[in-house]
Structure formats: structure tokens, C-alpha cells
């Protein structure tokens, strides 16, 4: 299996316009993750989705963000309209069950300038 | 507070030596416990993990767990440079539902 496969792996974007991010969990892997990392906050749990439905999302920062799993395969996590402190790296995970390892993907450096 | 609470360091610890860094957590019934270490710029990968309170080894690694006071600790023996890294405290709640939850991160330097 090829892991947890992001795209793309940076982007930068000027204030305003809309970034779409994209992740592919490992096949098999019921949960989904999206977190966003930044050295003030460290790694921040988004929003998560079990058999692709959305189970919390209370980490979704404002109504900017959205994120969908229309099949197992495939997720996206979507920022309209970007801003400047929406920078930051966003990473994918997934995990087989409840309480195992969770998989993560190689992250997508965001720059929104 | 936060759901799950790490010191940021930087923990300065010569190489050889014992690194030991501690987590604590937000009771929220039953829980899994894990150690990720991330190097810069890389995505964190998982060392070990822990359910069942006590030791936990597995190489120079060794987790503990406290469940009822709450923390989990990650000890590193005869630390090696290729050891500095930010370790990363994840705890999944599964009582809200199987959230995975991480601490800030603790990093770590190895010095020769």
C-alpha cells in the first residue's frame, strides 16, 4: 500500500481565493483525520469522519473551512476565502479501527499570501 | 485546558543518556494512549503505544501509563542524536467517539 497520499504537497495562494486540499487514506482504513499544524498551535484536530461520515468537527476553525469524504477513497478539506493565517502545514491521517496507529500523509504546506 | 498537555521543551539531554518526557490528559473515559515522533518537516510516525496501565518497552523506548493520574510518560535510553525530534503525546478519546487528540509536542536535542 502506497500510505496516506496528499495532494498537492505545497501551495501558495493569494488572499481571497478558494484551496481545495485533497487526501487519499489507505484502503481499509475506516477513520479519516484532517489536523493543521503551526508552531503557536501545534497539531489541531479539524475535523474527522468515520465511514466517511463526519463524526466531530468542532476543530473547524470558522465557516471558511469545509471538508467531505464522498467515498472511502477520497477526501477534501476546503478554504473559501483564504486568508493570510489560514498558512500553515495541513496533514491527512487514518486509521484501521478505534485505538490503533493512525497513518499520516505527507502534509500539504499551505502559504496564503 | 487542553485535552492533552505537553512541556515544549527544548529538552537538552546528552547523547547516552536517559530522555524522559511526560503527557498528561483530560479524563474522558476509556482511552488508547500513543507516542508519534516527528522530524522537522516530516509527518509524525508513530514510536509506541499503550493501553493497559503500567511499562511498556520495546527497544531503547519504554511507555508508562498512570490512568488514574492521568499521564503517560516516554523514556529514551542511551539517546542517540539521530534522536532529536519533537515526540508527540496522542490520546484517542474513545467516549467522544474515537477522537484522536495530540499534546503540543515536546522537543528533544541529543547532544554529542
Known amino acids: 500500500d502506497a500510505g496516506v497520499i496528499q495532494s498537492p504537497r505545497h501551495e501558495v495562494t493569494e488572499m481571497g481565493q478558494e484551496v481545495t486540499l485533497r487526501c487519499k487514506p489507505i484502503?481499509?482504513?475506516?477513520?479519516l483525520f484532517w489536523y493543521r499544524q503551526t508552531m503557536m498551535r501545534g497539531l489541531e484536530l479539524l475535523i474527522y469522519f468515520n465511514n466517511n461520515v463526519p463524526i466531530d468537527d468542532s476543530g473547524m476553525p470558522e465557516d471558511r473551512f469545509s471538508a467531505k469524504m464522498p467515498n472511502a477513497s477520497f477526501s477534501t478539506l476546503k478554504i473559501q476565502p483564504s486568508e493570510p493565517r489560514d498558512s500553515a502545514v495541513y496533514f491527512c491521517?487514518?486509521?484501521?479501527?478505534?485505538?490503533?496507529?493512525?497513518?499520516f500523509g505527507q502534509g500539504t504546506r499551505l502559504t496564503v499570501v | 485546558q487542553k485535552e492533552v498537555e505537553q512541556n515544549s521543551g527544548p529538552l537538552s539531554v546528552p547523547e547516552g543518556a536517559i530522555a524522559s518526557l511526560n503527557c498528561t490528559y483530560s479524563?474522558?473515559?476509556?482511552?488508547?494512549f500513543f507516542w508519534y515522533r516527528q522530524y522537522s518537516g516530516k509527518s509524525p510516525e508513530l514510536i509506541m503505544f499503550?493501553?493497559?496501565?503500567g511499562d511498556k518497552e520495546d527497544g531503547r523506548f519504554t511507555a508508562q501509563l498512570n490512568k488514574a493520574s492521568q499521564y503517560v510518560s516516554l523514556l529514551i535510553r542511551d539517546s542517540q542524536p539521530s534522536d532529536s525530534a519533537t515526540y508527540l503525546c496522542?490520546?484517542?478519546?474513545?467516549?467522544?467517539?474515537?477522537?484522536?487528540?495530540f499534546g503540543g509536542g515536546t522537543r528533544v536535542l541529543v547532544k554529542p
Open positions: 496522542a490520546v484517542n478519546f474513545e467516549a467522544a467517539g474515537n477522537k484522536l487528540t
Open positions: 491521517a487514518s486509521t484501521r479501527t478505534m485505538g490503533t496507529e493512525a497513518f
Open positions: 479524563d474522558r473515559g476509556s482511552q488508547s
Open positions: 484502503s481499509g482504513h475506516d477513520y
Open positions: 499503550i493501553y493497559s496501565n
